[in-house]
């Protein structure tokens, strides 16, 4: 077990190396973080004043290495928008962005293992014909979309629940349905069809044979069969959630996240808070990635610990 | 004879696909006594399976009960439902594929068990012990808490048997049961399903696709063909003196049955397509014998032997072949 | 299959919707009743037509400029379609390219590729997305080629793993020892095996691709005014979506219903494509059930 989490950090840390990588091409070769960061108005001597504080006046190769010495001691920088660290912003806001993901997550799974279950019960009849389609709507509309429709209903036609900001659970209402959405979708049509194909399965039919009633039949055996492969669609939207869905459905509903930061770091030409935002976010999803790794050797007793 | 366990009328099947009707099944007749062994025979797709899984309200989709009824007891089966497991148990083909992966042997034993007796998780657990003892499986207790995948092939069809026999069944459906084992476990398998059967008093229905299976086990034999039964029978009379072509030429391609010929001779030909069967006995475009007579459907009837459905029963079919 | 289509109602919607929306893609010049960037401060927020105070001149009403909102929608599907397709093909080619190369060299190469696709799927995707256009600029190309670089691997596992399992497939080794050049193995024997499950990933990535395109028109980081997309009027409207909740709706249905007509279509597909599923789809049809019945 040691030996392969030691293995899965070390994955780990190439990714994130990579996306260290990727960052320092985009922003130092790509793009000019005097540009992007200084008002048009300064003047030449601020810019070379703040590009020699940056150490942008050395070589690319030593810009790098300062870059990744840099991130190793968790030296972010200093917001430019805000006006202290980086990271300080990035954490004061992450714990509303687990929330917020969590209860879209949450509520998709609660939604989707039954639907999923029931679809395939009976696949072609009423009630599957009625999940199948209210997930691929949900699968064709985009989230912004979805946001924007609930707040005019909400807000407009029944002024019941707060459409922006955060403070009482009745605001988490409606972006957490909003967020949950597209994975609420995605997950009954796997739960769906993987049933259906674990009820082809000739120990199904075992099952069956043996008396035990189709109820349990059906949530004990393939249910249950099904939930390891689940597992990793819910890592996956996971990802998603952490990478992009919050942006959008943040940005929607003012939801004061990591996502709204970042889009409004971004329109600020606030580098270094978005920097930190994409490690931040890089490192959620190489933990969340390990995590499910090691869960799938718990689960599965097929797969061995080695 | 006792009355019939289990009794089959006139059962039809019907599988709707793409291309059209399949009749896997088509006006089957059988009886099962208890304490009896009745051996279905039969080519892949003769029906044979097809039976059994109508027999256990187990068809798969998109098959069809479309005729005939199933009486268990006298009584109409209705959906199987209820009976399955408790009166009637089943052990299939592949036994790597009958067992939950995800679930340890104990734990879909003491499944059973709880569902159908109620047991404490104790008393199903040791119960179960008891089974895998009875199946004849070395360290028991050891094996409740192994996974499928641990086990062999052999193994794990005894663990099936015992899963079957759970729940004290009535009737036990052997569909090919050691078809996907290595030889020497087959023969394993036959006798400890010998053994279980004399000991118990089970009726079984073994199906399987070969005779030699049947020879060595079996009361009574039912031939199927092309979704019917051509011909049933004591089984030592029947192997003695086939009636229906087709008998003698499955026993004529079946080595160490037939002393007559030293050589094995397939039949010729292929069985006919289920969705559009010949008009007549189904067997007519392979038998050696037929004649016009064949062009109407054969009456399934007594012969000195059994019943056979030929116009020509107990014609030698097939030249002796010389050695 | 095209009375099998005549069948699959859903499968048929989907064809008629995705033809809907290249046809007003093709045809914008001719249909659209106005052009799309003319302003008029006196129709300012006209409501869609069969409403009270609406314009008929303006069938689904105007914008805060005066937009016309249908014409900005038959428009901006040819922004959609343009980026849609130009990154499934720009992802999809390189993306094939990996996977072959990756499944046919095998040993070291394979390894560092796929180690290489392993990396980036566990990149923060649209949050990097949304550095690098903010960054380099937006525009319309910069939005094409940021989702290309982000959207290849899924075309280099799917290849990469059916090479491998045909690499070993006797007729290839056959090909092999009469003296085929890998070029020629790969082109005529392996890649014919992939062109249908490659077909319905990329159609799948096409509707990723679109629903991406959106997200980040609508974030205001991809195609910026004077230039239409769907997305980016779905983001203007969203100031007035108290006042003009048509400004939001339609262009938002707009995408939906296009993504939806995609995936209709690609359920249809998948579902041709493999005879399984084919057989399975009968068996569960009323009329299969009817004729199961007629036959007693």
Redesign the interface.
Known sequence: MAAFLLRRLLQGALVVLGVTFTVFVVTRVFGNPVDLMLPLSASAEQRAAFAAELGLDRPLPAQFMQFVGELLRFDFGESTWQRRPAMAVVLERLPNSLLLIGAGLGLAIILALPAGLLAAGRPGGLLDRVVTGISLAGLSMPQFWVGLLLIVLFAVAIPVLPTSGMGTPAHLVLPAVTLALVPFARMTLFVRSQIMEELNRPYIRTALARGLPRSRVLVGHALRNTLVPFLTLVGWELVLALAGYTVVVETVFAWPGMGLVAIQALQRGDLFLVQAIVYTVAVLIVLVNILLDVVFKLVDPRIGLG | MTAPLLAVRDLRV?F???AG?VRAVSDVSLEVAAGETLGIVGESGSGKSVSAQAM?G?L???G?V??GEILWRGRPLGDA?G????EI??V???PM???????TIGA?LV??LR??HGLSRRAARDRAAELLAEVALSAPARRLDQ?P?ELSGGILQRV?LA??L??EPALLIADEPTTALDVTVQAEILDLLAGLQARRGLAVILITHDLGVVAGLCHRVAVMYAGRVVETGEIDALFANPAHPYTQGLLRATPGLDNRTERLVAIDGAPPSLRAPPAGCPFRPRCPIADAACLAPPPFAATDTGRAACWRAGAAAWAEVAP | MAAELGEDVPGLIGLLLLLGVVGMALLAPWIAPHDPAAQSVLARLAPPAWLARGDPAHLLGTDALGRDVLSRIIWGARATLLVGVAVVLLSGSFGVLVGLVAGYAGGRTDAVLMRLVDIQVSFPGVLLILLIVSVVGPSLLTIVVVLAITNWMIYARLVRGTVLSLRSAPYVEAAEIVGCGPVRILWRHILPNLVSPLLTVAILEFTNVVLAEAAISFLGLGVQPPATSWGLDVASGRDYVFVAWWLVTFPGLAIAVTVLGVNLFAGWLRVTTDPREREKRFGWSRAARALAGRAQ
């Open positions: 019907v709707p696909t793409r009707l256990l187990l798969p989709l998109p069809r479309t005729g439902a009976l399955r497991g408790r148990a089943c299939f083909q592949d594929q009958s067992l939950n992966p995800l679930m879909q499944e059973t569902h159908h996974y995948h099936a899963l079957a759970a729940c």
